[in-house]
Structures are given as structure tokens and as C-alpha cells.
């Protein structure tokens, strides 16, 4: 039995990471990252497909390939991949502003246009764009990258829309966004501590979440027992919001 096939970018590290180990026995993996040295681990049976985002003739080159190799078979896609430079927007260079710009949005935009032609054919398919609470709450210093993640939810909402509107009746293709909120990765750890111990106090759960606990919804979202969830955002967060 074939499996599905299930795209995660940003991949090789972090949330990517977490997602591709909670995937893999089930489904059949391609992974993203910008570069093939960028990966410590691959599950076993994953192809890779790499390029960097912050650069629009790669990201071109990615969708192509992505639609030529695995166009009749692709089932997910998880818009996973995505970078901060934590700054007052008064003094962030526009290189740093056009990169978030680049492959927190564009990147998932182009990646979504190319996954909806194959999913229209299909008549099914899944989307998942990974944004964040700070795209919800908004956060000092992420100005930038809060508007990416907002941009994300707001994305995927339209495009649930755009799916029912374009798609024959009985189609089956859904898109959603979650929403992590404090969660333990390399992003966090850089988060100083005087910062952490705010952040704490005002989780209900009194904890940063781990990337396994958001994997697992990632898991759940994908199979059938989420059949009727489309077209919302899915707050990950210990109560936050």
C-alpha cells in the first residue's frame, strides 16, 4: 500500500523535526530545508527537496520541481518554514524585512498556489500553514514577523473559501493554520530569561509547550478524524489567548 505523500518545510530542525519523526510511519515524507547540510536527521524513506526561500528564483525552481516529481500524489502540505530578526522596526535593515517577507509568506503563497492545482485535480488534499500567537497578540521587536503570521491565518482562512468556491461538490480539500504559542525550540531558547519568566506567569498551563504536543495536532489534523475542521485557526498555546 502506497503511502501519502506529506511535504514539511523548514524540516530539518525544531518544529519541522518534530513533525517529520510524528509523520513518518505513516506517511511518506518530503522534506524542506535550504540546503541538504542543513539536516542532522532525515526519517528513513524521505526525499528531500531544497532551496532557500529567501531567494524568489529557488523558491520558483522548488514549486516546479515539487508539482513535476510528486503532482500525482501529493495529499499534505505544511507550511512549516519560517525565520525572525527580532528588532524595533525603526532600526530592522529592509534585507532582514524582505527575508521574513520572503519565506514566512511568499513562500507558503506560492507553495499554496502550486498545492491547490494539484489538489483541484485530486479532488483531495490538506494544507497546513504554521503561524503563531504573536501573530494573534502581536509582539514588541516582531513587528514583521507578526504580520507574516497573520498573514498566514488570514491565508488560510481565504483559501477554504476559495477551495469550496472553485472545487466540484464532494471535494474534499481543506486548509487551516495553527497557531503555536511559547513552545521549547531554538527560537525560544534565545528568548532571555527575564522574558521567559513573564511569558510563564501569564500561560494557564504554567509551561512552554514542546514541539511533539504541536506535532501530535499536526497528526491529528491530517487524518480523517478531522474531516469536518477547515478553514479556522488552531491556537497551540497552554491557555495564552
Known amino acids: 500500500m502506497n503511502k501519502k505523500k506529506v511535504l514539511i518545510t523548514g524540516a530539518s530542525r525544531g518544529l519541522g523535526l518534530a513533525i517529520s519523526k510524528k509523520l513518518s510511519a505513516e ?14 536527521h532525515i526519517e528513513p524513506g524521505s526525499q528531500l527537496l531544497c532551496a532557500d526561500f529567501a531567494d524568489p528564483e529557488q523558491l520558483t525552481a522548488f514549486c516546479k520541481q515539487l508539482k513535476k516529481e510528486h503532482g500525482d500524489s501529493l495529499y ?3 507550511n512549516n518554514a519560517g525565520v525572525t530578526f527580532d528588532k524595533s522596526l525603526i532600526y530592522q535593515p529592509e ?3 524582505d527575508k521574513m517577507l520572503n519565506i514566512n509568506l511568499k ?14 485535480l485530486n479532488k483531495t488534499g490538506v494544507i497546513i500553514n504554521m503561524s503563531s500567537i504573536v501573530g494573534e ?5 516582531q513587528a514583521v514577523y507578526a504580520a507574516t503570521k497573520a498573514g498566514l491565518a488570514a491565508l488560510s482562512r481565504s483559501l477554504a473559501q476559495e477551495a469550496a468556491a472553485t472545487s466540484d461538490e464532494g471535494h474534499s480539500i481543506r486548509v487551516f493554520s495553527v497557531s503555536p504559542g511559547f513552545i521549547e525550540t531554538d527560537m525560544t531558547q534565545s528568548i532571555p530569561e527575564q522574558f521567559k519568566e ?12 514542546s514541539t511533539d504536543e504541536v506535532a501530535g495536532i499536526i497528526e491529528f489534523l491530517l487524518s480523517d478524524k478531522a474531516s469536518y475542521i477547515n478553514g479556522t485557526n488552531i491556537h497551540v498555546n497552554g491557555g495564552l489567548l
Not at 29 to 40: D, G, K, M, R, V
Not at 137 to 141: E, P, S
Open 107 to 120: 513562500a507558503p503563497i506560492m507553495i499554496c498556489k502550486t498545492a491547490m492545482k494539484i489538489f483541484n
Open 95 to 97: 534585507d532582514d524585512i
Open 137 to 141: 497578540t502581536g509582539n514588541a521587536f
Open 27 to 40: 506517511y511518506s515524507l518530503i522534506l524542506h530545508a535550504s540546503s541538504p547540510e542543513s539536516f542532522t
Open 76 to 78: 499534505a502540505v505544511v
Open 198 to 209: 513573564k511569558y510563564l506567569k501569564m500561560i494557564p498551563a504554567k509551561r512552554f509547550g
